[in-house]
């Protein structure tokens, strides 16, 4: 198993620019989440899937699209990047099944936005 | 919605020693707890994690204890390693049988440094 995989791991946006980070797990996990990490400011939510077909938002989901078509993928759209979403970004996967919560998380994508 | 507080945000221990990192959260609907380390670019692993029902849970050189009543919790090493060095999180969310721990709630971190 890859288990959660992200790509790209850099990218450097100009303001205004759009772009998809994208977002794949293996491990067939109904729940898949997106966070930023910003210095001081720990992992906060900005969308989340708890299945196919279904999302919502997070606490920071300004600027930001999601869509969940399959199981395995759940990608993140910027739309109009700006400075203030320079940020690493992590995608989680759990599942509900079982009694084992963990949410795994990806390696991250840093992106810059000029 | 669920606020979670880290304390402290910074931590220095030698190497032997214990280091106790402290979180306390807003929501009593909140029961599930998990602490992730995170060491420098890399993402975040689940270390130890407990839920309301439980007082302590220990793993090791690890423990956790929880405090319902003042909606405490706090992570415990003991006999702290180098290796041990690296940023803490602790979170928060509810937790039921059909599973709600996609929306984590996390501290802001705790860098410990573990000096040899």
């Known amino acids: 198993n890859a288990g959660v995989t992200q790509t790209p791991k850099f990218q450097v946006l100009k303001t205004g620019q759009s772009m998809t980070l994208q977002c794949a797990q293996d491990?067939?996990?109904?729940?898949m989440s997106w966070y930023r990490q910003d210095p001081g400011m720990g992992l906060r939510l900005i969308h989340y899937s708890v299945g196919a077909g279904i999302t919502d938002q997070g606490e920071v989901p300004n600027g930001y699209n999601v869509s969940r078509s399959t199981t395995e993928d759940f990608p993140l759209r910027l739309l109009s990047a700006a400075p203030s979403q320079t940020s690493v970004y992590f995608c989680?996967?759990?599942?509900?099944?079982?009694?084992?919560?963990?949410?795994?998380f990806g390696p991250g994508t840093r992106l810059t936005v000029l | 919605g669920e606020n979670v507080e880290q304390h402290p945000s910074t931590l220095s221990v030698q190497e032997g020693d214990s280091a106790v990192i402290k979180c306390t959260y807003s929501d009593s609907a909140s029961n599930y707890f998990p602490w992730y380390k995170q060491e420098l670019g890399k993402r975040p692993q689940l270390i130890i994690d407990i839920r309301s029902n439980v007082g302590e849970k220990k793993d090791q050189r690890i423990a956790v204890t929880l405090n319902k009543t003042a909606k405490h919790f706090s992570l415990h090493i003991t006999e702290t390693q180098p290796e041990d060095s690296a940023v803490y999180f602790c979170?928060?969310?509810?937790?039921?049988?059909?599973?709600?721990?996609?929306?984590?709630?996390f501290g802001k971190g705790t860098l410990l440094t573990v000096n040899p």
């Open positions: 979170a928060a969310s509810m937790w039921n049988s059909g599973g709600s721990n996609y929306k984590l709630t």
């Open positions: 989680a996967s759990s599942s509900p099944a079982g009694a084992y919560h963990e949410q795994f």
């Open positions: 491990m067939n996990h109904e729940y």
